[in-house]
């Protein structure tokens, strides 16, 4: 036995073919900020799926600790059962958890369980109610595509795919695959513009290598980081620069630097001029094709 105080924090995050879920690692920090205040001494066991630098069960010494704590989950199963086995000389406590059968080895191998739901027990709420909130990162829609094949061999759209999500994947943000495809019987895509115009309108930025992707961001207001997948430019680039819009990377200048210069521009400069070409666009300023439409069908008649 250590002779000072010192705990392990344990839950499903921990093992290696567990998982971290969101109500878990908020569970666990509220853990963390009640040790904390308390001035308990602790150290947090994760998946290396998860987290492969952190510290891990394999390379835990149990001898070091007096307590193991079991974060959120419900109590069943061996691998909860070989932390009791592991840490026998610990106290073992489990704290928001769920107990489906209070007499299982998973469940009464510990000393104290404080259960969120319990048989015959009032429900408490969840540990992740009262997490300590921090500060909310940005919403970004991602609109990518692997189609276009009527480029041919300027198609750089699985290089900039892989690039831009291989680059989304290291930014703290909240990310939302989104398509412009629309299907009235698949729930997971919008029937009507309008439903997708809905989310675009509630983003921080859209990323994106479409065309549409690009005009239907800032038809919302939503600043839109724009990458043309085709070499020498086509469609994208082409709608950037009748939009007005410079947050524009080519495929062939993709890079780390230039996605983080426009990144921040776009949550910084760029909301306010998102929404200078809403205006734009609901005030009818700028001609299109179908302005000159009635006086060519008018020609095509006549001849």
Same mark, same amino acid.
């Given at each position: 036995?250590?002779?000072? @105080?010192?705990?392990?924090?344990?839950?499903?995050?921990?093992?290696?073919?567990?998982?971290?879920?969101?109500?878990?690692?908020?569970?666990?920090?509220?853990?963390?900020?009640?040790?904390?205040?308390?001035?308990? #001494?602790?150290? %947090?066991?994760?998946?290396?799926?998860?987290? #492969?630098?952190?510290?891990?069960?394999?390379? %835990?010494?149990?001898? &070091?600790?007096?307590?193991?704590?079991?974060? *959120?989950?419900?109590?069943?199963?061996?691998?909860?059962? &070989?932390?009791?086995?592991?840490? $026998?000389? *610990?106290?073992?406590?489990?704290?928001?958890?769920?107990?489906?059968?209070?007499? +299982?080895?998973?469940? !009464?191998?510990?000393?104290?369980?404080?259960? /969120?739901?319990?048989?015959?027990a009032e429900p408490v709420r969840d540990l992740s109610a009262r997490a300590p909130a921090a500060p909310a990162p940005p919403v970004v829609g991602v609109v990518l595509t692997h189609g276009q094949h009527e480029y041919g061999a300027l198609r750089r759209?699985?290089?900039?795919?892989?690039?831009?999500?291989?680059?989304?994947?290291?930014?703290?943000?909240?990310?939302?695959?989104?398509?412009?495809?629309?299907?009235?019987?698949?729930?997971?895509?919008?029937?009507?513009?309008?439903?997708?115009?809905? %989310?675009?309108?509630?983003?921080?930025?859209?990323?994106?290598?479409?065309?549409?992707?690009?005009?239907?961001?800032?038809?919302?207001?939503?600043?839109?980081?724009?990458?043309?997948?085709?070499?020498?430019?086509?469609? %994208?680039?082409?709608?950037?620069?009748? *939009?007005?819009?410079?947050?524009?990377?080519?495929?062939?200048?993709?890079? +780390?630097? /230039?996605?983080?210069?426009?990144?921040?521009? *776009?949550?910084?400069?760029?909301?306010? $001029?998102?929404? /200078?070409?809403?205006? &734009?666009?609901? $005030?009818?300023?700028?001609?299109?094709?179908?302005? !000159?439409? #009635?006086? !060519?069908?008018? @020609?095509? +008649?006549?001849?």
């Amino acid at each position: 036995m250590p002779r000072r @105080r010192r705990v392990v924090l344990t839950g499903w995050f921990s093992f290696r073919d567990g998982e971290a879920t969101a109500g878990d690692v908020l569970a666990l920090r509220r853990v963390e900020d009640v040790l904390e205040r308390a001035e308990i #001494p602790y150290d %947090v066991v994760w998946s290396p799926g998860f987290r #492969p630098g952190a510290l891990h069960l394999a390379g %835990v010494r149990p001898e &070091e600790y007096s307590h193991l704590v079991f974060v *959120c989950g419900p109590l069943y199963g061996p691998q909860v059962e &070989e932390l009791h086995r592991r840490f $026998a000389h *610990c106290v073992r406590i489990a704290v928001g958890t769920s107990v489906v059968d209070s007499g +299982a080895p998973a469940a !009464a191998g510990f000393h104290r369980v404080l259960a /969120r739901d319990a048989p015959e027990a009032e429900p408490v709420r969840d540990l992740s109610a009262r997490a300590p909130a921090a500060p909310a990162p940005p919403v970004v829609g991602v609109v990518l595509t692997h189609g276009q094949h009527e480029y041919g061999a300027l198609r750089r759209h699985g290089q900039v795919a892989d690039e831009v999500t291989r680059w989304l994947a290291g930014r703290d943000c909240a990310r939302l695959e989104l398509e412009t495809r629309l299907d009235a019987h698949d729930w997971r895509l919008g029937a009507t513009p309008a439903q997708l115009e809905a %989310v675009l309108g509630r983003l921080d930025l859209v990323v994106t290598d479409r065309l549409h992707g690009l005009v239907l961001a800032l038809r919302a207001g939503t600043p839109a980081l724009a990458v043309d997948p085709v070499e020498g430019g086509a469609k %994208v680039t082409g709608q950037a620069r009748a *939009c007005g819009w410079p947050a524009l990377v080519s495929a062939e200048h993709l890079d +780390a630097d /230039r996605l983080d210069h426009w990144w921040d521009w *776009c949550l910084s400069s760029g909301p306010e $001029a998102a929404r /200078r070409i809403r205006a &734009e666009f609901l $005030a009818g300023a700028e001609p299109d094709g179908a302005d !000159a439409l #009635p006086q !060519a069908l008018e @020609r095509l +008649a006549a001849g």
